[in-house]
C-alpha cells in the first residue's frame, strides 16, 4: 500500500512511518521543515520517500496514495497561538482531506486526541463520554473530525483520540516531562500521586493499531479512544521513571481538584484488534530507553 505519513519529522509521525516502511508500504513521508530519519534497515529505505512540503499547499503532496496516516499537529504549549492551531490544524486538514479525495485514497487514519472530549467528569473515558467544553486544541480536533465525517461517503476514516504518545524522542506530554526533569536531575513536583493512571500508549502499540487497520477495508467514520492496560498510579509513574533513571531529583507532591479518569480502549481491541501493553511495562520500556 501507498501510504502517505505526514508529520514525519516529529516523534509520532517519523516513528509511524518506519514502522509501516518496516511492514512491506511504500512511504511517502511528508515534513515541512524537519529532517527525517529513514528506516534502518535497507529494504525498507529502498520503500521510503521523504516529501518535504507545507501541508497547505497541496501541490506538494503525491497524487499516487491508496491511504494518509494524519499525525501532524501543533498542540497547546508555550508560545502556541490559537491562531497557529487553526492554521495547522484545521486549515491543513482540510487541504489533506481535499487532496485525498481528489486521488480517491481508499482510507484516512486521524491522531485526534482526548483534548477532544473536553472536560471529563467521568470515571472511565470511553467513546460514549460527551464532548463538554474542549479546549483550543480539542476544538481544532473536533472540528477536523467532523470534516472527515462530512466525507465518510467518499473517504473512509477512523479518528484515534490519543492520551500521552511515548517512546523514544517523545516530549511535550507529562510522562515524557517526568522522564526529561527526573534524567537531568531537576526537581519534581506534580499532584495528586494516588490517582489512577493509564493515559498513555506506546508508539509500537499504536503503530500495530494502524497496521492492522490498514490491513482492512474501511467504511464510513469511526472514532476509537485508546490507553494502556491495566492501572497504576500517578505516583508509581513517577517511581518507575526515578528508579529506572537512578534519578537523584527532589520529587514533591501536592493535591489538586481536577477529575481524574482511567481510558478504556476496548472498542479499539474489539473492532480493530488494538492490543496495548500494560501501563506499568509501557512506562518502564519508555523510561529504560531500551531499543525500541
Same mark, same amino acid.
Given at each position: 500500500?501507498?501510504?502517505?505519513?505526514?508529520?514525519?519529522?516529529?516523534?509520532?509521525?517519523?516513528?509511524?512511518?518506519?514502522?509501516?516502511?518496516?511492514?512491506?508500504?511504500?512511504?511517502?513521508?511528508?515534513?515541512?521543515?524537519?529532517?527525517?530519519?529513514?528506516?534502518?534497515?535497507?529494504?525498507?529505505?529502498?520503500?521510503?520517500?521523504?516529501?518535504?512540503?507545507?501541508?497547505?499547499?497541496?501541490?506538494?503532496?503525491?497524487?499516487?496514495?491508496?491511504?494518509?496516516?494524519?499525525?501532524?499537529?501543533?498542540?497547546?504549549?508555550?508560545?502556541?497561538?490559537?491562531?497557529?492551531?487553526?492554521?495547522?490544524?484545521?486549515?491543513?486538514?482540510?487541504?489533506?482531506?481535499?487532496?485525498? &479525495?481528489?486521488? *480517491?485514497?481508499? +482510507?484516512? =487514519?486521524?491522531?485526534?486526541?482526548? /483534548?477532544?472530549?473536553? %472536560?471529563?467528569? $467521568?470515571? !472511565?473515558?470511553?467513546?460514549?463520554?460527551?464532548?463538554?467544553?474542549?479546549?483550543?486544541?480539542?476544538?481544532?480536533?473536533? &472540528?477536523?473530525? *467532523?470534516?472527515? +465525517?462530512? =466525507?465518510?461517503?467518499?473517504?473512509? /476514516?477512523?479518528?484515534? %483520540?490519543?492520551? $500521552?504518545? !511515548?517512546?523514544?524522542?517523545?516530549?511535550?506530554?507529562?510522562?515524557?516531562?517526568?522522564?526529561?526533569?527526573?534524567?537531568?536531575?531537576?526537581?519534581?513536583?506534580?499532584?495528586?500521586?494516588?490517582?489512577?493512571?493509564?493515559?498513555?500508549?506506546?508508539?509500537?502499540?499504536?503503530?500495530?493499531?494502524?497496521?492492522?487497520?490498514?490491513?482492512?477495508?474501511?467504511?464510513?467514520?469511526?472514532?476509537?479512544?485508546?490507553?494502556?492496560?491495566?492501572?497504576?498510579?500517578?505516583?508509581?509513574?513517577?517511581?518507575?521513571?526515578?528508579?529506572?533513571?537512578?534519578?537523584?531529583?527532589?520529587?514533591?507532591?501536592?493535591?489538586?481538584?481536577?477529575?481524574?479518569?482511567?481510558?478504556?480502549?476496548?472498542?479499539?481491541?474489539?473492532?480493530?484488534?488494538?492490543?496495548?501493553?500494560?501501563?506499568?511495562?509501557?512506562?518502564?520500556?519508555?523510561?529504560?530507553?531500551?531499543?525500541?
Amino acid at each position: 500500500m501507498r501510504i502517505l505519513v505526514t508529520g514525519a519529522g516529529g516523534f509520532a509521525g517519523g516513528h509511524m512511518a518506519r514502522r509501516l516502511a518496516a511492514a512491506g508500504h511504500q512511504i511517502y513521508a511528508l515534513t515541512r521543515k524537519s529532517p527525517v530519519a529513514p528506516p534502518g534497515e535497507t529494504e525498507a529505505r529502498q520503500r521510503f520517500k521523504v516529501v518535504q512540503s507545507s501541508l497547505l499547499d497541496a501541490s506538494g503532496l503525491p497524487d499516487e496514495i491508496d491511504a494518509v496516516v494524519h499525525t501532524a499537529a501543533t498542540s497547546i504549549w508555550h508560545g502556541i497561538s490559537v491562531d497557529r492551531m487553526l492554521t495547522d490544524n484545521v486549515l491543513a486538514t482540510q487541504v489533506l482531506i481535499n487532496h485525498a &479525495l481528489r486521488v *480517491q485514497a481508499k +482510507a484516512f =487514519v486521524f491522531y485526534s486526541s482526548v /483534548s477532544a472530549f473536553g %472536560r471529563v467528569s $467521568a470515571d !472511565v473515558l470511553d467513546e460514549t463520554v460527551p464532548t463538554t467544553d474542549p479546549d483550543a486544541y480539542g476544538a481544532t480536533k473536533l &472540528l477536523s473530525e *467532523q470534516h472527515l +465525517a462530512d =466525507v465518510s461517503d467518499d473517504l473512509p /476514516s477512523l479518528s484515534i %483520540r490519543l492520551p $500521552a504518545v !511515548v517512546g523514544q524522542g517523545s516530549k511535550r506530554n507529562w510522562p515524557s516531562e517526568v522522564l526529561r526533569k527526573l534524567s537531568a536531575g531537576e526537581p519534581l513536583s506534580y499532584f495528586n500521586p494516588q490517582t489512577p493512571f493509564n493515559n498513555v500508549v506506546h508508539e509500537a502499540d499504536l503503530a500495530a493499531l494502524v497496521k492492522r487497520v490498514l490491513s482492512r477495508e474501511l467504511s464510513g467514520c469511526d472514532m476509537v479512544v485508546v490507553g494502556s492496560k491495566g492501572q497504576i498510579t500517578s505516583g508509581d509513574v513517577v517511581g518507575i521513571i526515578a528508579a529506572e533513571t537512578r534519578s537523584v531529583s527532589e520529587i514533591a507532591t501536592r493535591t489538586d481538584p481536577r477529575h481524574a479518569f482511567l481510558i478504556d480502549s476496548s472498542k479499539a481491541g474489539a473492532r480493530y484488534g488494538f492490543e496495548p501493553g500494560e501501563v506499568a511495562q509501557v512506562i518502564r520500556q519508555f523510561s529504560s530507553r531500551r531499543a525500541e
